[in-house]
T-cell receptor, first 109, second 115 residues
Framework: GQNIDQPTEMTATEGAIVQINCTYQTSGFNGLFWYQQHAGEAPTFLSYNVLDGLEEKGRFSSFLSRSKGYSYLLLKELQMKDSASYLCAVMDSNYQLIWGAGTKLIIKP | IAGITQAPTSQILAAGRRMTLRCTQDMRHNAMYWYRQDLGLGLRLIHYSNTAGTTGKGEVPDGYSVSRANTDDFPLTLASAVPSQTSVYFC??????????????FGPGTRLTVL
């Protein structure tokens, strides 16, 4: 079966760095996406990785290791507005997205 | 219209009633999707459409039907609602075409409660 695992909840301090991990087992791989979802709102796109390595985009970076079935999202200089759920999703061989349950990130002052 | 709109924003529905959730996009995207999101679970694909005139079943299609008469609209119908269909429903679209980099854009969601 297909499976995406990520921690249910994490807590971090404003100004700090946090790493949210995602492991996956899917039928085929056509890329891994990270989305941000604030409470009561729609998910919005953050990043896409298809090759191994680190993709940096401002305060956010995403890493992929295809051989390990592993990705992480790194958030630097945390701000209160970063409090949200972070969703990991893998595009399978049928070009459909398989979604993790999301990691709720709580930022404390 | 900018992006994707969904209607209604929320709805309380009696079990056994028929309900259509509406979704419209103005980005001329080929592909459209319907997901449901339940607490503790990831987004689950109900139905999708790769292009106007075609539809396909996702992970949890039972009890739902869709149509794609044109590029912009992708309504989702619950023929006879049951309490287990209580959820938040998101419509999404992407450029499609089988491309791997296929960012999906989401509508604001419809919160449906079936009593």
């Amino acid at each position: 079966g297909q499976n995406i695992d990520q921690p249910t909840e994490m807590t971090a301090t404003e100004g700090a760095i946090v790493q949210i991990n995602c492991t996956y087992q899917t039928s085929g791989f056509n890329g891994l996406f990270w989305y941000q979802q604030h409470a009561g709102e729609a998910p919005t796109f953050l990043s896409y990785n298809v090759l191994d390595g680190l993709e940096e985009k401002g305060r956010f970076s995403s890493f992929l290791s295809r051989s390990k079935g592993y990705s992480y999202l790194l958030l630097k200089e945390l701000q209160m507005k970063d409090s949200a759920s972070y969703l990991c999703a893998v595009m399978d061989s049928n070009y459909q997205l398989i979604w993790g349950a999301g990691t709720k990130l709580i930022i404390k002052p | 219209i900018a992006g994707i709109t969904q209607a209604p924003t929320s709805q309380i529905l009696a079990a056994g009633r028929r309900m259509t959730l509406r979704c419209t996009q103005d980005m001329r995207h080929n592909a459209m999707y319907w997901y449901r999101q339940d607490l503790g679970l990831g987004l689950r694909l109900i139905h999708y459409s790769n292009t106007a005139g075609t539809t396909g079943k996702g992970e949890v299609p039972d009890g739902y039907s869709v149509s794609r008469a044109n590029t912009d609209d992708f309504p989702l119908t619950l023929a006879s609602a049951v309490p287990s269909q209580t959820s938040v429903y998101f419509c999404a679209s992407s450029e499609g075409g089988g491309a791997a980099y296929n960012e999906q854009f989401f509508g604001p969601g419809t919160r449906l409660t079936v009593l």
